[in-house]
């Protein structure tokens, strides 16, 4: 890393590495180098690795420093992601399948890419991934964390940090639809959904390795929460601090606090 993505403060909250950036281009330079060096890493001993994405405009540095680093082998990597919308009209701009492909797939051409179906039925869709994601272990995961303190779309009343399924679908609650409004994403609450596919917390802890990169002031209640709450279903985010190789990459806006 350059000087420019070292960050102003480290800390750990349990077993979470917390890292702070002095802006969000900092941040997510830095998360992304990290990424790609561990992509890296993992292929020099493996013929290939599996890795989950999530899909949101607070993954965009992040995803525009993996697809610049001319150095991963993108043909030995299986892509999946972490949530999809239902009933969305086809070809929707706000499918995260789509923003996916668009941010990175397309751009870097993953030796292969499984995109949940959101137009086919649920039971059958949820088994489909299941087996996809059952097939080997998941070697790292790009998440972020959502202004309710969920991670995919386990919101609070949903999370179960010990869920049987692998994906399942949900009832988003309020807080989430309104952060698809603050995120620009859709133009006002009645044009977002109400249901979803999400990955469940322990598919997401599955992964060997994670990388949560959580910009912006919007955040700033969920990255406290986080670090400082009690480890429960009404802060899905804070399992994140009992995963053995966790690294929260937050801003000084969604820190929040003053950094000497």
């Known amino acids: 890393m350059t000087n420019l993505r070292q960050p102003v403060k480290e800390m750990k909250a349990d077993d979470l590495k917390v890292r702070i950036y002095r802006d969000r281009a900092e ?85 292969t890419v499984y995109l949940i179906d959101g137009a086919n039925d649920s039971d059958a869709e949820c088994s489909r991934y299941a087996g ?3 097939e080997a272990p998941i070697d790292i995961v790009c998440l972020g964390i959502g ?21 399942k679908p949900v009832e988003l609650d309020e807080d989430c639809r309104r952060q698809q409004v603050n995120d620009g994403c859709f133009p006002d609450m009645d044009a977002v959904p109400t249901h979803a596919l999400t990955l469940t917390v322990p598919a997401l802890l599955s992964g060997a390795h994670l990388y949560c990169a959580v910009p912006g002031p919007t955040k700033r209640q969920a990255v406290g929460r986080t670090l400082s709450e009690p480890i429960r279903a009404a802060c899905p985010s804070t399992s994140l601090r009992r995963h053995p190789d966790c690294t929260l990459y937050v801003d000084l806006d969604a820190y929040g606090e003053a950094v000497r």
């Not at 150095?71 to 892509?79: G, H, K, L, M, Q």
């Not at 202004?147 to 994906?167: K, M, Q, S, T």
Request: aromatic letters at 8%.
């Open 132 to 134: 996809l994601l059952a």
């Open 147 to 167: 202004e309710n303190g969920h991670i995919a779309f386990n919101d609070p009343p949903v999370a179960d940090f010990d869920d049987p399924l692998l994906i």
């Open 27 to 111: 941040m997510g330079a830095a998360a992304g180098a990290d990424v790609a060096a561990k992509i890296k890493e993992l292929l020099g001993t493996k013929p290939g690795i599996r890795m989950i994405f999530a899909a949101a405009p607070s993954q965009n540095e992040v995803l525009d420093a993996l697809a610049a680093d001319p150095d991963v082998d993108w043909s030995r990597i299986t892509a999946f992601h972490m949530d999809e919308y239902l009933g969305l009209p086809p070809g929707s701009p706000q499918a995260f399948g789509r923003y996916l492909q668009e941010r990175l797939f397309d751009r870097v051409k993953p030796g």
